[in-house]
């Protein structure tokens, strides 16, 4: 039996005698496995029919051990890379996307729609479940719809509670900051001269309904977090949200002196101040340039291309 010398894939899939103890390969071995990675990554696929269930034959090298397991119904397994987010340039329903990968300190890569002819083809590779984005790629799947990837994304990371009613807590959390966000990135797609209402029915709402809730479950428990004493999705997606709301009126947590506390919290966690930085994969607010570039891709008008993208 071959061993496995990456830490990386210790755990069940694992079929080498040496995975207990996966210990990092030696120095000496590292030039050979960066030299011959590329001709044997090639390789792989055409003698797959020549792998066996928990060995390698001699024909692959002893050292392309370090970058492959078998699973248990004999699939093998290629050490994943960063997910990858297919959506416009623009926040949209992808920013919690965005927020959640960041915050949890996971790189990303973005394959950004630039023209209807991207999203056609995105269209027809057969990757789109519903001919809908976003779409993130990820362990192998092509997750769409937006809870459902935030979902994943939260219980890979562990930001999705401890037992089922954390999880419960912050769905009920973050459902309520999902409609909230949807009121403000709708909010650019308002009627002239309705800008002054549908403004003052988003800061109602934010300072009515929903701020308050965060308000009374941070000071209820006297934990840095609204759910158990960890961050966790909602957390995220809180403090995502009273920026996005802070965009429209600066002074909005003035009533909120335990939201205050909170924000200035997050923006103290090196992840979260990473995201901040000119320059990050954060998008900017929504605009006229914006709203034209997601039109022209997705081929809707002001009343109906956003749910589109559901």
Same mark, same amino acid.
């Given at each position: ?34 030299s ?13 029919s ?15 051990a ?38 949890a300190?996971v ?20 990757? =789109? ?9 990820? #362990? /192998?799947? @092509? %997750? ?5 990837i935030? &979902? ?34 709708y ?46 999705w ?10 996005m ?10 009533a ?16 979260i101040?990473?995201? =901040? ?9 929504? #605009? /006229?340039? @914006? %709203? ?6 997705? &081929? ?11």
């Amino acid at each position: 039996m071959l061993p496995c010398p990456l830490p990386v894939f210790k755990g069940k899939n694992c079929r080498f005698d040496s995975c207990p103890s996966h210990e990092s390969p030696p120095s000496s071995l590292l030039p050979s496995l960066l030299s011959e990675l590329g001709v044997w990554t090639a390789l792989l696929f055409s003698v797959e029919s020549r792998l066996q269930k928990g060995q390698l034959l001699s024909l692959v090298p002893s050292q392309l051990a370090a970058f492959c397991c078998f699973s248990e119904n004999q699939e093998l397994k290629i050490m994943s890379g960063k997910p990858i987010l297919h959506y416009f340039n623009g926040r949209g329903r992808m920013e919690s996307v965005r927020w959640l990968l960041a915050a949890a300190g996971v790189e990303f890569e973005e394959k950004i729609l630039k023209s209807a002819e991207d999203f056609e083809n995105l269209v027809k590779g057969g990757n =789109l479940m519903y001919q809908q984005v976003p779409m993130v790629e990820i #362990d /192998g799947l @092509n %997750l769409v719809q937006t809870r459902a990837i935030l &979902k994943y994304i939260a219980a890979k990371y562990n930001l999705y509670g401890k037992d089922l009613k954390e999880k419960a807590l912050i769905d009920m959390y973050v459902e309520g900051m999902r409609d909230l966000n949807e009121m403000i990135m709708y909010y650019p797609l308002c009627y002239p001269g309705e800008e002054e209402k549908n403004l003052n029915f988003i800061l109602e709402r934010a300072t009515e309904r929903f701020f308050p809730v965060y308000e009374k479950a941070l000071k209820s428990h006297g934990k840095n977090y609204l759910v158990g004493n960890q961050m966790s999705w909602a957390d995220i997606q809180l403090f995502e949200a009273i920026l996005m709301v802070e965009e429209l009126k600066s002074d909005i947590l003035s009533a909120f002196p335990k939201l205050q506390e909170f924000k200035a919290r997050m923006s103290k966690l090196p992840s979260i101040q990473k995201f =901040l930085q000119p320059g990050s994969q954060r998008k900017a607010k929504m #605009d /006229g340039k @914006n %709203l034209a570039e997601a039109k022209k891709i997705f &081929k809707f008008d002001d009343s109906v291309f956003l749910k589109h993208m559901s």
